[in-house]
């Protein structure tokens, strides 16, 4: 900047005087002292250090089995059980450090796209410097092929053009000149005097002056971006923090609050600590994050399996309560195949059937198709120009079709061959397509006589012709009636084509000097990037789901809008806002309207970032797509970036959740149906094992609140904190992640996403976890205290460990019962088979098979991990008949409810 005003404002005279240099460059000591005070031109990747990461990975992990560990390791004497379970915390906190290292990475491959030499103009003369050693100033030479090494304003160009799909998006060169633009922030594909670090020259050679370096180029900025927004947290991960914070805090100071009481009305101090040890262990939910893990694990591998590849395993959940998803347009949203769909031939106008490169369709006159194509002379003359003069192939590959070559030319030879054409006539010459003169032409030999075909720019191929072709006849060229019919294609947002021809005697052989003249005007070829019929249908779906489609594209407006229109984006009266308008709007100002605009053109990189942030302000769960380097600080400041498998750069790649195998918008409802599919098994998982810990700490609270009138309290209790501990951990592990293969439900894409402040802590889950969690502490000490007072002549070893075990069986029963109703939040067990979900029928097998040897596993294996020793067998009746009253218990809780609902409905 200067004066106020961007460096592609000024004119070169102005850069020069401002930047105090010359065209000869700055000389090799005033070039020393400007490293010095602007530095290198590099980028800083300054990520998160290695011990941070690790000692933040090592914290989370110790957050949720620290308890559990030292209640093992300093109570029972188990060193050995403490050790293996510090292991699983050192093994997590490993893998966490090594996921979160890979979010640096991003940072590391913009660092790559930087060069080690450019070719730089000082003291008049050209000499190789390393490009860290640029400045602000400093006179570039550029070549085709070369990568632009800082951010540049052109001196001078011979028909250079750079590719900038890595900032912009923009798949076609575009070419480049040395004139001053007036409009105020104008986005870099706009800006045709600059050139810009980490982008391609393709084509010519020029001169610029040096404007920005390191952090202050495009890329410096987009890099700062990335440090800046930081990793947002996923909304899944947010509220289990929450949840498990609230449930340490709360069982904290429940059990200090205990403990002191316990002490204070005269209960022995270890009978205290040993009780308290206890119900903090049991309440705690250790497996809770083994089973997260998993569901996300299994949820990624179901989506990999529909074109989402997910890099970070909570990306899973995240999609499934998008309430925005944000995406590209070209290749996403629309095929990035060019099709003809319409074409004014003569003065009759058709439509074209068909989309992308597949040569299958049909043209329609009145909506009447046209039976022959090949002999309607106007037509088929404008569809062989299109053909002939034109340097694309159309090749099949396994039944699919590509262009090799422009997509433009592309799309003249799919219209052709839709049509049977597909003649060979031998070119002669050619005049190349330039943006100077906008046409291309080529002369081809035929039967006594020789054929120039010209197309391009609808205005200069009219200029260059003297009469139009019109039922087989030369007639007089209607200019204002052609001109008006190219404005309405391109108020429909075509790309317009115009063809011409003229023959020639067969003595013609090569161009002349000069632009062919004397040509018969054959009519107009009007094309687009046509939408995905998956896209429409996709966002259909949104709609019906609830989640709002945005599209932001560095596209014109004209174009944005009517491919808005045609999926079904933004509704009736589409709000289009622009990226210089964007440039204008202050955070407040964006914020304000960023819930009524659903269309963005010409965007900026900051642009998609910007809005991004304050759609999350705005409350939103945001999915943002994106595929260049200019995409990566919006990727990461969304809740979910979501990059290009196939048209996207590493850096992009790096900087997301989530990668689509196909670049398809249906990919992410896809996914987004897996995610919601995914958090309704977690949320059955977390309402089967939060009872487990709910039922466990009753009983340490009932154990400890009636030993002063149950005195077999104070000598044992119903179950050790190791048996807990068990509980907790194996549960998850054999029947709590088998429920994340439960098959999906009906109508997920049909209510709206979650509401953001939606919290575990509710109504329902009060109600259900303490209903479970009563019937099972409840059944444990009815167990405990019957075998106790029954057996205690009847049978033979100790009987406080025979109670024990008998309790510590009846909580596994009660929750392995449970879980077959728990398939369902709501539901029945007896609506759906008991085959359907094979995978909970073998962790209840495992679950029971293991059960029976801890029972048993004193007389089987001579010792008693689990402080165990058989009961009674007589008493495996009561056990079981017990065990089976959650199920029921729950059962009877969804009939109530189902009728209660039935009631209010009627």
Same mark, same amino acid.
């Given at each position: 900047?200067?004066?106020?005003?961007?460096?592609?404002?000024?004119?070169?005279?102005?850069?020069?005087?401002?930047?105090?240099?010359?065209?000869?460059?700055?000389?090799?000591?005033?070039?020393?002292?400007?490293?010095?005070?602007?530095?290198?031109?590099?980028?800083?990747?300054?990520?998160?250090?290695?011990?941070?990461?690790?000692?933040?990975?090592? $914290?989370?992990?110790?957050?949720?089995?620290?308890?559990?560990?030292?209640?093992?390791?300093?109570?029972?004497?188990?060193?050995?059980?403490?050790?293996?379970?510090?292991?699983?915390?050192?093994?997590?906190?490993?893998?966490?450090?090594?996921?979160?290292?890979?979010?640096?990475?991003?940072?590391?491959?913009?660092?790559?796209?930087?060069?080690?030499?450019?070719?730089?103009?000082?003291?008049?003369?050209?000499?190789?410097?390393?490009?860290?050693?640029?400045?602000?100033?400093?006179?570039?030479?550029?070549?085709?092929?070369?990568?632009?090494?800082?951010?540049?304003?052109?001196?001078?160009?011979?028909?250079?053009?750079?590719?900038?799909?890595?900032?912009?998006?923009?798949?076609?060169?575009?070419?480049?000149?040395?004139?001053?633009?007036?409009?105020?922030?104008?986005?870099?594909?706009?800006?045709?005097?600059?050139?810009?670090?980490?982008?391609?020259?393709?084509?010519?050679?020029?001169?610029?002056?040096?404007?920005?370096?390191?952090?202050?180029?495009?890329?410096?900025?987009?890099?700062?971006?990335?440090?800046?927004?930081?990793?947002?947290?996923?909304?899944?991960?947010?509220?289990?923090?929450?949840?498990?914070?609230?449930?340490?805090?709360?069982?904290?100071?429940?059990?200090?609050?205990?403990?002191?009481?316990?002490?204070?009305?005269?209960?022995?101090?270890?009978?205290?600590?040993?009780?308290?040890?206890?119900?903090?262990?049991?309440?705690?939910?250790?497996?809770?994050?083994?089973?997260?893990?998993?569901?996300?694990?299994?949820?990624?591998?179901?989506?990999?399996?529909?074109?989402?590849?997910?890099?970070?395993?909570?990306?899973?959940?995240?999609?499934?309560?998008?309430?925005?998803?944000?995406?590209?347009?070209?290749?996403?949203?629309?095929?990035?195949?060019?099709?003809?769909?319409?074409?004014?031939?003569?003065?009759?106008?058709?439509?074209?059937?068909?989309?992308?490169?597949?040569? $299958?369709?049909?043209?329609?006159?009145?909506?009447?198709?046209?039976?022959?194509?090949?002999?309607?002379?106007?037509?088929?003359?404008?569809?062989?120009?299109? @053909?002939?003069?034109?340097?694309?192939?159309?090749?099949?590959?396994? /039944?699919?079709?590509?262009?090799?070559?422009?997509?433009?030319?592309?799309?003249?030879?799919?219209?052709?061959?839709?049509?049977?054409?597909?003649?060979?006539?031998?070119?002669?010459?050619?005049?190349?397509?330039?943006?100077?003169?906008?046409?291309?032409?080529?002369? $081809?030999?035929?039967?006594?006589?020789?054929?120039?075909?010209?197309?391009?720019?609808?205005?200069?191929?009219?200029?260059?012709?003297?009469?139009?072709?019109?039922?087989?006849?030369?007639?007089?060229?209607?200019?204002?009636?052609?001109?008006?019919?190219?404005?309405?294609?391109?108020?429909?947002?075509?790309?317009? *084509?115009?063809?011409? @021809?003229?023959?020639?005697?067969?003595?013609?052989?090569?161009?002349?000097?000069?632009?062919?003249?004397?040509?018969?005007?054959?009519?107009?070829? /009007?094309?687009?990037?046509?939408?995905?019929?998956?896209?429409?249908?996709?966002?259909?779906?949104?709609?019906?789901?609830?989640?709002?489609?945005?599209?932001?594209?560095?596209?014109?407006?004209?174009?944005?809008?009517?491919?808005?229109?045609?999926?079904?984006?933004?509704?009736?009266?589409?709000?289009?806002?622009?990226?210089?308008?964007?440039?204008?709007?202050?955070?407040?100002?964006?914020?304000?309207?960023?819930?009524?605009?659903?269309?963005?053109?010409?965007?900026?990189?900051?642009?998609? !970032?910007?809005?991004?942030?304050?759609?999350?302000?705005?409350?939103?769960?945001?999915?943002?797509?994106?595929?260049?380097?200019?995409?990566?600080?919006?990727?990461?400041?969304?809740?979910?970036?979501?990059?290009?498998?196939?048209? /996207?750069?590493?850096?992009?790649?790096?900087?997301?959740?989530?990668?689509?195998?196909?670049?398809?918008?249906?990919?992410?409802?896809?996914?987004?149906?897996?995610?919601?599919?995914?958090?309704?098994?977690?949320?059955?998982?977390?309402? !089967?094992?939060?009872?487990?810990?709910?039922?466990?700490?009753?009983?340490?609270?009932?154990?400890?609140?009636?030993?002063? !009138?149950? *005195?077999?309290?104070?000598?044992?209790?119903?179950?050790?904190?190791?048996?807990?501990?068990?509980?907790?951990?194996?549960?998850?592990?054999?029947?709590?992640?088998?429920?994340?293969?439960?098959?999906?439900?009906?109508?997920?894409?049909?209510?709206?996403?979650?509401?953001?402040?939606?919290?575990?802590?509710?109504?329902?889950?009060?109600?259900?976890?303490?209903?479970?969690?009563?019937?099972?502490? /409840?059944?444990?000490?009815?167990?405990?205290?019957?075998? $106790?007072?029954?057996?205690?002549?009847?049978?033979?070893?100790?009987?406080?460990?025979?109670?024990?075990?008998?309790?510590?069986?009846?909580?596994?029963?009660?929750?392995?019962?449970?879980? !077959?109703?728990?398939?369902?939040?709501?539901?029945?067990?007896?609506?759906?088979?008991?085959?359907?979900?094979?995978?909970?029928?073998?962790?209840?097998?495992?679950?029971?098979?293991?059960?029976?040897?801890?029972?048993?596993?004193?007389?089987?294996?001579?010792?008693?991990?689990?402080?165990?020793?058989?009961?009674?067998?007589?008493?495996?009746?009561?056990?079981?008949?017990?065990?089976?009253?959650?199920?029921?218990?729950?059962?009877?809780?969804?009939?109530?409810?189902?009728?209660?609902?039935?009631?209010?409905?009627?």
């Amino acid at each position: 900047m200067q004066n106020g005003k961007a460096w592609y404002q000024l004119s070169v005279e102005q850069v020069i005087e401002a930047l105090e240099t010359s065209t000869d460059g700055l000389s090799t000591e005033e070039a020393k002292k400007r490293l010095s005070k602007y530095g290198p031109n590099e980028l800083e990747a300054r990520g998160t250090s290695a011990l941070v990461r690790f000692l933040r990975q090592f $914290h989370n992990a110790l957050y949720y089995v620290l308890f559990a560990a030292a209640g093992v390791a300093f109570f029972l004497d188990k060193y050995l059980d403490m050790y293996v379970i510090l292991a699983v915390i050192l093994a997590s906190a490993i893998i966490g450090f090594m996921q979160e290292g890979k979010a640096e990475t991003a940072l590391e491959s913009l660092r790559k796209m930087t060069v080690p030499n450019s070719t730089v103009i000082r003291n008049g003369k050209k000499l190789t410097v390393p490009v860290k050693d640029l400045v602000p100033g400093d006179v570039v030479v550029l070549e085709s092929g070369d990568r632009v090494p800082a951010d540049l304003r052109l001196l001078s160009v011979q028909s250079l053009y750079a590719d900038e799909a890595m900032l912009t998006g923009e798949s076609s060169p575009v070419q480049k000149d040395t004139q001053p633009e007036d409009s105020p922030g104008l986005p870099p594909g706009d800006q045709h005097c600059m050139c810009f670090s980490g982008t391609f020259v393709t084509r010519g050679n020029g001169k610029g002056i040096v404007t920005a370096t390191g952090q202050e180029a495009e890329i410096g900025k987009i890099a700062g971006m990335l440090q800046e927004s930081g990793r947002v947290v996923p909304p899944i991960i947010r509220k289990v923090n929450e949840f498990v914070k609230l449930i340490i805090i709360a069982i904290l100071a429940f059990g200090a609050i205990t403990f002191g009481a316990g002490v204070a009305l005269g209960y022995d101090y270890e009978f205290m600590f040993l009780a308290t040890v206890g119900m903090i262990v049991a309440v705690i939910p250790e497996g809770l994050p083994a089973a997260l893990m998993s569901a996300f694990a299994i949820g990624a591998m179901a989506m990999g399996r529909r074109n989402a590849l997910i890099r970070r395993l909570p990306a899973v959940e995240t999609l499934g309560s998008t309430t925005v998803i944000c995406s590209d347009k070209t290749g996403t949203l629309t095929r990035n195949e060019m099709t003809v769909v319409r074409i004014l031939a003569g003065a009759t106008e058709y439509r074209v059937s068909g989309a992308g490169y597949e040569p $299958h369709g049909e043209f329609f006159r009145d909506a009447e198709a046209v039976s022959s194509v090949l002999d309607n002379k106007d037509l088929s003359e404008l569809l062989r120009a299109g @053909y002939l003069c034109n340097n694309a192939d159309l090749i099949e590959e396994g /039944g699919h079709y590509r262009i090799k070559g422009d997509p433009t030319e592309g799309a003249l030879i799919v219209s052709a061959l839709k049509a049977g054409l597909e003649e060979a006539h031998p070119r002669l010459d050619e005049i190349p397509f330039d943006p100077e003169h906008r046409y291309m032409a080529t002369l $081809h030999q035929g039967r006594g006589e020789n054929v120039i075909y010209v197309k391009g720019a609808p205005e200069k191929v009219l200029e260059m012709c003297h009469d139009q072709l019109v039922e087989g006849q030369s007639r007089q060229l209607e200019r204002e009636q052609l001109s008006a019919k190219v404005d309405e294609m391109s108020r429909e947002a075509l790309r317009s *084509l115009a063809m011409a @021809y003229r023959v020639v005697s067969e003595d013609y052989r090569e161009f002349g000097e000069g632009d062919p003249d004397g040509l018969t005007f054959l009519g107009i070829q /009007g094309m687009f990037d046509p939408p995905r019929e998956e896209a429409i249908e996709a966002v259909r779906k949104c709609d019906t789901a609830g989640i709002r489609s945005v599209m932001i594209t560095g596209d014109y407006p004209v174009t944005a809008q009517a491919v808005a229109r045609q999926i079904g984006i933004g509704g009736e009266e589409q709000k289009v806002l622009t990226g210089e308008e964007l440039a204008q709007m202050s955070d407040k100002e964006l914020y304000d309207v960023v819930d009524e605009v659903s269309v963005y053109a010409r965007v900026a990189p900051e642009h998609k !970032f910007r809005i991004a942030q304050q759609l999350r302000k705005r409350g939103h769960i945001v999915a943002m797509t994106g595929d260049g380097v200019n995409d990566a600080p919006a990727l990461k400041a969304a809740d979910i970036g979501v990059a290009m498998g196939i048209t /996207g750069t590493e850096v992009s790649k790096e900087a997301s959740d989530m990668v689509l195998a196909d670049d398809n918008f249906a990919s992410i409802v896809a996914a987004v149906e897996e995610g919601r599919h995914i958090f309704t098994n977690i949320w059955k998982m977390i309402l !089967f094992l939060l009872p487990t810990n709910g039922g466990q700490g009753l009983i340490m609270i009932s154990a400890m609140a009636l030993s002063p !009138f149950i *005195l077999v309290f104070r000598e044992r209790l119903p179950v050790e904190p190791i048996q807990i501990l068990w509980v907790n951990l194996f549960m998850a592990v054999a029947c709590a992640i088998p429920l994340v293969w439960e098959p999906k439900e009906k109508g997920l894409l049909e209510v709206p996403p979650r509401d953001p402040n939606w919290s575990f802590i509710n109504r329902f889950f009060l109600w259900r976890v303490g209903l479970v969690s009563i019937v099972s502490a /409840g059944g444990a000490v009815l167990v405990f205290l019957l075998y $106790h007072n029954t057996m205690n002549d009847a049978a033979t070893g100790d009987i406080l460990t025979q109670a024990q075990t008998a309790a510590f069986t009846t909580i596994i029963l009660i929750q392995v019962c449970y879980l !077959f109703t728990a398939r369902s939040v709501e539901g029945s067990a007896f609506t759906f088979s008991p085959f359907s979900n094979r995978v909970v029928l073998l962790g209840v097998g495992v679950t029971l098979a293991v059960q029976l040897l801890l029972v048993y596993s004193l007389p089987l294996f001579g010792i008693a991990p689990l402080r165990t020793e058989p009961f009674a067998s007589q008493w495996w009746v009561v056990v079981i008949l017990v065990g089976t009253i959650g199920f029921f218990a729950v059962e009877g809780e969804k009939l109530i409810w189902s009728r209660v609902r039935s009631s209010s409905r009627k």
